[in-house]
């Protein structure tokens, strides 16, 4: 089955500074990759996904890369504020279209802010 | 706004009970899913459902079973419950078909289920 290494399981980062946290993952046949982002006690939200058709995508402040070939994709946050303090998973599923597939997350990382 | 709902936020039962878990989403999606989330180990699949009655395993579903009866509604079964099955329990659904956000995953809040 699939395996998705998450690194690092903690970053911290001054405010205003950028994040990057790096996913690996060992089936060459996914091709969905989510982000999850988590806050203290609230349930996990879909912050950002990309499909391997696509390299790179993003959304204001966060984006996403992806290399299909080395197999990993990273997530990029950009002018980082105390807001973005959570934890973060990364996911990777086959995508045979549908939603029906389960993800398979990594570990997560937990982004600290500091003011 | 999408609802998935999880029947309780805090459980406590003993070892060898069997336990209920149940799910409930408000917006007619296909598919659900049971997740648990360890400290260090992120979330992990258990059971998933493409439609009503059909089920599928995900990566750990030993000592778990589950039961879809109705689409809205989606329970996780704990047999005989174990110490080692402490746990934060997340119930997901997605829409399915070929709606846009066919892929995101809604959680519900979480229940927290202590064995002791």
């Known amino acids: 089955g699939e395996n998705v290494e998450q690194h690092p399981s903690t970053l911290s980062v001054q405010e205003g500074d950028s994040a990057v946290i790096k996913c690996t993952y060992s089936?060459?046949?996914?091709?969905?990759f989510p982000w999850y982002k988590q806050e203290l006690g609230k349930r996990p939200q879909l912050i950002i996904d990309i499909r391997s058709n696509v390299g790179e995508k993003k959304d204001q402040r966060i984006a996403v890369t992806l290399n299909k070939t080395a197999k990993h994709f990273s997530l990029h946050i950009t002018e980082t504020q105390p807001e973005d303090s959570a934890v973060y998973f990364c996911a990777a599923s086959p995508y045979s279209g549908g939603g029906a597939d389960g993800l398979t997350f990594g570990k997560g990382t937990h982004l600290i802010i500091q003011p | 706004d999408v609802k998935v709902t999880q029947s309780s936020r805090y459980l406590v039962k003993r070892t060898g009970e069997k336990v209920f878990l149940e799910c409930v989403q408000d917006?007619?999606?296909?598919?659900m899913f049971w997740y648990r989330q360890d400290p260090g180990l992120g979330l992990r699949l258990i059971y998933f459902?493409?439609?009503?009655?059909?089920?599928e395993k995900g990566d750990i579903p030993e000592g778990y079973s589950v039961s879809r009866e109705k689409k809205e509604r989606f329970s996780l079964i704990l047999e005989s419950a174990s110490t080692n099955q402490t746990s934060m329990y997340l119930c997901a659904s997605t829409p399915g078909g070929i709606t846009v956000s066919y892929n995101e995953q809604f959680f519900g809040p979480g229940t927290r289920l202590t064995v002791l």
């Open positions: 459902s493409y439609d009503v009655k059909m089920k």
């Open positions: 089936d060459s046949a996914s091709n969905y």
């Open positions: 917006m007619d999606h296909e598919n």
